[in-house]
C-alpha cells in the first residue's frame, strides 16, 4: 500500500502481474555536458538494463526541472524519486555534510577517495534521518580561485563580491574579507555579467561550462577541497523496491561512481588548459596568499570538529588513520 502511494506520482502501477517501467524524473543540478551529467545519462541507461527496464530514469539536468537549491526538499518529500545535488549543500542544516569541504584536509583524488570511505557511514546514517539513501557519490575537480584582478593577499579581496555555492565557500570569502553571495551555478554567467559577483570559488570544471574568461581574468588553482555531487533516492521509494531491483541500481550507481571519479580527475587538468586557451591566467596562489589559506583551512577544520562531535571525530580519525 505503502509502495502505491508514494510511487503513484512519479511511477507506473503493476497490471495483472505484469510489471510496467516505474518511470522516474532525476532532476540534477549542473550543465547538461558536464561530466556529471553525463553520467547521470550513463546510470540511467544501466539501471534500465541491470533491473531488465523495471526503472525507467529520465535526467533533467541543468537544474530544469528543480532548481539546484531545491532539489533536496524535491527528493526528500517525494516530489521526486531521485536526484542529484552537491552534499556539501546541505551543510547549512547539519555541519556533517560539510565533510568534503575542509581547505587542504584532503587535496587529490587518492585522499578524497579515502576521506570518502571514513565518511560514508556516518554521512549515510545522517542522511537516513533525512529520509535520502546515497546511491553514488563523484567529486569535483579541485577548488579555486576565480578574479577580474591579480590576487596576491587577502588585502586584494578585501570587500569584493564572490559568488558561493555553499556554507564553506561563504566561509572562505568572509574569513578573506570578501563578501558572498550564494549563486547557483546555472546562474553563474549571469551574476558575471551583471557584476552581482566579480569572482568566485570553484574547479576548472564550472568555469569552463560558464565561459568565465568572458568576464574574469585570474584562476588560482589552489585545489584546496574536492566536494562530492551524490546521487539520493527518497528512502521510502529505495525501501518499497524488491532486494533484487535495489541490487541492479546499486551495481549501476557502483560502476558510475568509479567512472564518474576517474573522468573527473582525467580531466582535471584538460580545464586549466581551456581556461588557459580562453586567455585565462592559470597560476598556483602566491605564497602569501596560500599562507592565509592554510590558515583558513586550519580554523575550518577545528570548527567543523566542534560542530560535528562525536560523528566528525569518528571520520577525521578513520581519515587519518588510514
Ligand atoms: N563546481 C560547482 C561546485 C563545485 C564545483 O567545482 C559549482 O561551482 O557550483
Known sequence: ???????????????????????????????????????????????????????????????????????KRAVQTGQAPIGERIMSAHANEDAIYNWDNLPFLATTYADGEK???????????????INLVALYTCPWPGQGFYFKKEVNSAKDVE????????????????SLGGTPVQIEAAELTQALATGVADGFISSGSTGYDRKVWEHLTHYYKVSAWQPRNYVMVNKEVWDSLEAETQAGIQKAADEIGASCTAKSEELSLWYYDQLEENGMTVIDAGPEFMSELEAIGATMQADWLEATGEDGKAIMDAYKGM
Open 1 to 71: 500500500m505503502k509502495k502505491v502511494l508514494i510511487a503513484a506520482a512519479s511511477v507506473g502501477v503493476l497490471f495483472a502481474g505484469v510489471a510496467q517501467a516505474d518511470k522516474w524524473d532525476m532532476p540534477m543540478a549542473y550543465a547538461a555536458t558536464n561530466f556529471h551529467s553525463e553520467h547521470g545519462v550513463m546510470f540511467a541507461d544501466k539501471v534500465r538494463e541491470y533491473t531488465d527496464g523495471e526503472i525507467d530514469i529520465t535526467i533533467h539536468p541543468g537544474g530544469s526541472l528543480f532548481g539546484g537549491g531545491d532539489i
Open 159 to 174: 570587500g569584493v563580491k564572490l559568488r558561493s555555492y555553499n556554507a564553506a565557500t561563504a566561509t572562505v570569502i568572509e
Open 115 to 129: 576521506l570518502w570511505k571514513a565518511a560514508q557511514g556516518p554521512v549515510n546514517k545522517h542522511l537516513n534521518d
